[in-house]
């Protein structure tokens, strides 16, 4: 019997499989570790499903009352599209618009995971300018679909919900008019909602055009948005324990990353002055789910670095700790890391508690008044639902979040 020479093709096959095995189960191992470390399994991130969403909103004076509105409501609006079963990966943008002639035409804030600091952009608009019927909607429109920064995946949920008062202009000859716009719109795969505040004879035409062009659907709210606007007892509490959940994130990094986190921190800082308490309950809502844990994060989080199992602890020169735990031994570095991981996810899970408490208080409160059908928060949550399954994914609740 005679010995065949190994096929080189063969024994080349199967260091490959044997290396992308090895480097595919890497993470695991190291998760593993860090879970033996530490006593915690870390929040599994979204990874296939997204959706990205940016608001195109019109910021002229008669604008006032919906702008409110979308200022109380964007957190609900995060964690009714985080409420799918694929805890999808949320980024969210705005584009203001105004007209020509008014302090500006229109700010741009591209796609971003850190809905804090959009969010603080928002709040920052006031309703000013305007004063005539036609506005620059079809410049807002034209940049909402081309300098944001759009995903080219066809699999992620890219919608756009305009929302204003009045017509576009169409008289001005530089314009690119809505129906080009939509059409690369369509190209890109980006849905596009209208939401007309008021009664404006000649707005609802033009709304409803949009919309038709845009694939998507046609709304129209009273000025003050129709918004669902319930306190309840556990707002107060919500809040509070937001703040305790954010004191749990140590940061680190070089210098130029600690920049970033404090842009991050002065917007975190921003939002508990000026947010009322049920919009803070509603954030820590979000925050509490796994698809705004980005948010909650931010970049270069030790304590979620750590029990990921992405970066170990020696890897990190001791400069770039934060600079509470700099002085401490490694052991007991790892001590106050492990502590806070517990205290996270102790406070996230009564986070989750309260917001359920909170939801069952409010849809009772609701449905005794006669229901929310005609609220903002369930036309923009029957859109999102009915269009975002077409991306495989998928809502079992009846409602929106409030």
Known sequence: MTNKAFNPKIIALALIIATATGIALFPMVKQAQAIQKTGITPVVPAQSHR??????????????????????????????????????????????????????????????????????????????????????????????????????????????????????????????????????????????????????????????EIAALGHGDYFQVEDSGNAVAVATPFDEKLSKLATELEDTRLYYGDEETKKAQQHKLDANKKLRAELSTEALARRSEYNATASGNKNFLGESELVDAITSGRVELDDIEVKDLPASIQAMAPAKQMEVITEQAQRRERLKQEIRELSESRNRFIKEKVAAEGGADDTLDEKIYRAVKDQAASVGLTYDSDSAKY
Not at 61 to 69: E, F, P, T, V
Not at 75 to 84: E, G, L, Y
């Open 51 to 208: 959706i990205e969403v940016v608001f195109i909103l019109d910021t002229t004076s008669s604008m006032s009352g919906l702008i409110q509105a979308a200022k109380e409501k964007i957190w609900s609006i995060a964690s009714t599209m985080a409420s799918a079963q694929e805890n999808p990966d949320i980024k969210m943008g705005l584009v203001a618009f105004r007209d020509r002639g008014d302090a500006y035409i229109t700010r741009v804030f591209d796609l971003s995971d850190d809905l804090d600091s959009m969010y603080a952009s928002l709040m920052d608009f006031k309703a000013q300018g305007g004063g005539d019927s036609p506005e620059s909607v079809n410049q807002a429109l034209y940049e909402a679909i081309h300098k944001i920064s759009w995903s080219q995946d066809s699999q992620v949920y890219k919608v756009a919900f305009l929302v204003g008062d009045a017509p576009p202009h169409m008289d001005y000859p530089d314009d690119v008019k809505y129906p080009l716009t939509l059409a690369a719109a369509k190209h890109k795969g980006i849905v596009v909602n209208t939401i007309q505040s008021g009664q404006h004879q000649f707005t609802r035409p033009a709304w409803q």
